[in-house]
């Protein structure tokens, strides 16, 4: 029988272990698998409904997932028409929101008020991507002590203090809050995409400040009253009192200092008896 020569075994064992070999690499990477990420999926209309029923009122947070998908939902799928003010819309008034919460939920609604604070943070939910930088403003409600908390989600810059503006966007919910006496305090939160500025600070009737001393005006009405006061109470002091007459004292009787009646001026008695 005809046998290989030994020299040509391990130059055939290599031969065949070659397609094996190419057969156990792994496959060279594609187009699509270095391709970066999707991103994630835009908020769904259903989705949204579910999450914004789940809502809870007066808490004191607003880390809810309807406050995430509502501020995805203003930068990525509404256009900026949606926010755009419009001839004819009032401001809804505070009591409606706070009495009828679960009417206006989810709804664009239109409120006004007095720039008090406006801060600056960034957005992460706990289970998605971060959101980026929001401006949160609390607005006071024509001088009365209560107010609306607005989530700007495009503005750029911080609006200034004591400017009166105009908020358009959803209505979440009713939050409380602490405030600086411990008391606590609930103020509608709406998530806007903007806040327009109706009349910048000192431009309105009562920018200047609030109370007795809010202008220059009325500190000097009160610093004049001050003064006046002062000199009134200095006056009476300083001044020295007016002598008093003593009653007059009654004189005794005075006495006649004339000589006794002699006897011979007595003899007209003897001539009657």
């Known amino acids: 029988m005809w046998r290989l020569p030994r020299r040509l075994i391990p130059i055939l064992c290599v031969a065949a272990s070659a ?19 999707a991103p994630p999926a835009l908020p769904d209309a259903a989705q949204g409904a579910a999450l914004l029923a789940a809502v809870e009122d007066y808490t004191l947070h607003f880390d809810d997932p309807a406050f995430y998908w509502l501020l995805r939902r203003v930068r990525e799928v509404d256009s900026p028409g949606a926010f755009a003010p419009r001839s004819g819309e009032t401001p809804v008034p505070w009591t409606f929101l706070a009495e009828r919460p679960g009417e206006y939920r989810g709804r664009i609604v239109v409120v006004e008020g007095v720039v008090e604070s406006c801060l600056a943070y960034e957005v992460t939910p706990r289970d998605g991507p971060p959101l980026g930088r929001v401006f949160q403003l609390e607005l006071s409600d024509a001088g009365a ?31 409380q809050y602490r405030a600086a006496d411990a008391r606590p305090g609930y103020s509608p939160l709406i998530v806007a995409r903007r806040v327009d500025v109706v009349a910048p600070p000192r431009a309105w009737p009562g920018a200047s400040g609030r109370g007795l001393l809010s202008n220059s005006t009325n500190l000097l009405i009160v610093a004049t009253a001050a003064l006046a006061i002062v000199w009134l109470i200095l006056r009476r002091a300083t001044a020295r009192p007016s002598p008093t007459k003593s009653p007059a004292r009654p004189h005794p009787p005075t006495q006649s200092r004339e000589a006794p009646p002699t006897p011979d001026d007595l003899d007209w008695m003897k001539d009657r008896e």
């Open 145 to 175: 002590p209560r107010f609306f908390t607005v989530i700007s989600a495009a503005d750029e810059r911080p609006i200034p203090l004591r400017s009166r503006v105009r908020a358009k966007g959803y209505f979440l919910k009713m939050r």
């Open 19 to 37: 397609p094996s070999a190419a057969l156990a690499q792994p496959p060279a990477s594609t187009s699509a698998e270095s391709a970066p990420a």
